[in-house]
């Protein structure tokens, strides 16, 4: 078996491996690179393959073509809906014609979103697969069997794909996050993983992003509580109340909504971004609010809402984009004084997320709460729990599947240098069973 990391070994997104086994190659998703895309837009280039690529915003594939494995491509497997696992995949796919695409019914709504979104056609087959199912992959002289395990993390119908071969499983953890007690769908499929772990597991890539992490971050029900407490300090009915959190993370919008019904005020959901992820989950069959919100995209549209809000601040409850602080977001554009609402002295804002650990997002949030305090809005920051895991997760999924090798990847070298820490504690040795690895590298196990 041979592994070609192609992406996020370095860096928190741009996630991307290739297998290889004989003459078949599986790729496991093709995610953008945030920072990178935001450089591009600062530096006004368009959303092409060879910008995207300049700017570090995709996976360097290209290094399948010096390997001599891209005609050796049989499936792109895509773990879920976020756009560092599945956002790279219209800017790849058709460096493998006819390839199919395999992943959960929502996952696969969202790619087609994209798609749309970005007017790119793609001849590649879209496949919807269910948790907790397996299906077979044709290689050129046999078929593999993949197993779509189900999962919790801070989007739904996320997996665990499982590649099986003659050497024993690969098994793909990106992003890892143990929740027993969801507040959408079911807990992760224990059951399977002890299984596949009897069965054998050869080697086993997974989220280390926070293996210097000891405590184990909380679960929805956690963050669901902090959003109790946080619209209990919201009750003026004369203040604007807004709410700010990642568009893709339905669990989070549902629990949102719950709380937001109870303030008796009209529930506005604002931005592309909420409209795309809310829509894909409808069409997945996956969006049990649907009815109890207004859903708005167009800019049009959005300034005539955010005029009526302006007169009317105790009527609405607004859900929108922005809150990393994002350039053209809602709050981004309100901050800047480009809509027909203007925040005023005690009006609110949760933000129901944390500022992913990057210096380009750390520093916009920095500016926004700062102009947004000098407004005198009252800001509720980090009512949230993480989506990755912890040590403690990282050590329970090994115990459980007992891997042969295990591969660090989703952060940086310093992240995830811990991980091999705890590995060590488990009894691997680097080098040899633990490996640490870079983008474009190749191991072969």
């Given at each position: 078996?041979?592994?070609?990391t192609?992406?996020?070994?370095?860096?928190?997104?741009?996630?991307?491996?290739?297998?290889?086994?004989?003459?078949?190659?599986?790729?496991f998703?093709?995610?953008?690179?945030?920072?990178?895309?935001?450089?591009?837009?600062?530096?006004?280039?368009?959303?092409?393959?060879?910008?995207?690529?300049?700017?570090?915003?995709?996976?360097?594939?290209?290094?399948?073509d010096?390997?001599?494995?891209?005609?050796?491509?049989?499936?792109?497997?895509?773990?879920?809906a976020?756009?560092?696992?599945?956002?790279?995949?219209?800017?790849?796919?058709?460096?493998?014609?006819r390839?199919?695409?395999?992943?959960?019914?929502?996952?696969?709504?969202?790619?087609?979103?994209?798609?749309?979104?970005?007017?790119?056609?793609?001849?590649?087959?879209?496949n919807?697969?269910?948790?907790?199912?397996?299906?077979?992959?044709?290689?050129?002289?046999?078929?593999?069997?993949?197993d779509?395990?189900?999962?919790?993390?801070?989007?739904?119908?996320?997996?665990?794909?499982?590649?099986?071969?003659?050497?024993?499983?690969?098994?793909?953890?990106?992003?890892?996050?143990?929740?027993?007690?969801?507040?959408?769908?079911?807990?992760?499929?224990?059951?399977?993983?002890?299984?596949?772990?009897?069965?054998?597991?050869?080697?086993?890539?997974?989220?280390?992003?926070?293996?210097?992490?000891?405590?184990?971050?909380?679960?929805?029900?956690?963050?669901?509580?902090?959003?109790?407490?946080?619209?209990?300090?919201?009750?003026?009915?004369?203040?604007?109340?807004?709410?700010?959190?990642?568009?893709?993370?339905?669990?989070?919008?549902?629990?949102?909504?719950?709380?937001?019904?109870?303030?008796?005020?009209?529930?506005?959901?604002?931005?592309?971004?909420?409209?795309?992820?809310?829509?894909?989950?409808?069409?997945?069959?996956?969006?049990?609010?649907?009815?109890?919100?207004?859903?708005?995209?167009?800019?049009?549209?959005?300034?005539?809402?955010?005029?009526?809000?302006?007169?009317?601040?105790?009527?609405?409850?607004?859900?929108?984009?922005?809150?990393?602080?994002?350039?053209?977001?809602?709050?981004?554009?309100?901050?800047?004084?480009?809509?027909?609402?203007?925040?005023?002295?005690?009006?609110?804002?949760?933000?129901?997320?944390?500022?992913?650990?990057?210096?380009?997002?750390?520093?916009?949030?920095?500016?926004?709460d700062?102009?947004?305090?000098?407004?005198?809005?009252?800001?509720?920051?980090?009512?949230?729990?993480?989506?990755?895991?912890?040590?403690?997760?990282?050590?329970?999924?090994?115990?459980?599947?007992?891997?042969?090798?295990?591969?660090?990847?989703?952060?940086?070298?310093?992240?995830?240098?811990?991980?091999?820490?705890?590995?060590?504690?488990?009894?691997?040795?680097?080098?040899?069973?633990?490996?640490?690895?870079?983008?474009?590298k190749?191991?072969?196990?």
């Amino acid at each position: 078996m041979e592994i070609c990391t192609i992406g996020g070994y370095e860096e928190v997104g741009k996630n991307m491996t290739a297998v290889k086994m004989g003459e078949d190659v599986i790729i496991f998703d093709a995610g953008l690179f945030i920072p990178g895309v935001v450089e591009l837009q600062d530096e006004g280039f368009e959303y092409t393959d060879k910008d995207l690529r300049k700017f570090g915003a995709i996976p360097n594939d290209k290094v399948l073509d010096k390997l001599g494995w891209t005609d050796k491509v049989r499936a792109i497997v895509i773990s879920h809906a976020h756009l560092d696992h599945v956002g790279g995949v219209p800017y790849v796919a058709n460096r493998y014609p006819r390839v199919p695409i395999y992943g959960t019914a929502f996952t696969m709504k969202v790619l087609e979103a994209v798609l749309r979104d970005e007017k790119i056609r793609i001849t590649n087959p879209i496949n919807i697969v269910k948790s907790d199912s397996s299906i077979l992959v044709k290689g050129k002289n046999t078929k593999y069997k993949i197993d779509f395990v189900h999962t919790t993390h801070s989007t739904i119908q996320c997996v665990f794909p499982v590649l099986h071969t003659k050497e024993g499983a690969f098994f793909y953890a990106l992003d890892l996050k143990f929740d027993d007690y969801p507040t959408l769908g079911p807990h992760p499929n224990y059951k399977k993983l002890r299984e596949l772990g009897k069965k054998g597991v050869k080697v086993l890539v997974v989220d280390a992003l926070y293996s210097g992490t000891e405590k184990k971050h909380g679960g929805e029900r956690i963050a669901k509580n902090l959003l109790e407490e946080a619209f209990s300090k919201a009750r003026d009915r004369k203040a604007a109340l807004f709410v700010t959190t990642f568009s893709s993370h339905i669990e989070r919008l549902a629990n949102i909504v719950e709380f937001a019904k109870k303030t008796r005020r009209q529930i506005i959901f604002l931005g592309r971004s909420l409209n795309k992820y809310i829509n894909a989950a409808i069409e997945a069959k996956q969006c049990p609010f649907s009815k109890n919100i207004v859903l708005i995209k167009y800019r049009n549209q959005i300034n005539s809402m955010l005029r009526k809000i302006e007169k009317d601040r105790g009527k609405y409850i607004v859900v929108c984009t922005g809150h990393q602080a994002e350039e053209n977001s809602i709050l981004d554009r309100i901050t800047k004084g480009e809509t027909p609402f203007n925040f005023k002295i005690g009006d609110h804002l949760i933000f129901s997320s944390s500022v992913i650990p990057t210096p380009v997002n750390i520093l916009a949030r920095e500016r926004l709460d700062s102009k947004l305090r000098k407004k005198g809005v009252k800001i509720q920051t980090d009512v949230h729990v993480h989506g990755h895991g912890s040590r403690e997760d990282l050590r329970e999924i090994i115990q459980l599947l007992k891997p042969k090798h295990v591969i660090p990847a989703h952060g940086t070298l310093q992240q995830e240098a811990p991980f091999i820490e705890l590995a060590k504690d488990l009894g691997y040795k680097f080098g040899e069973t633990s490996h640490l690895t870079t983008n474009g590298k190749v191991l072969k196990l």
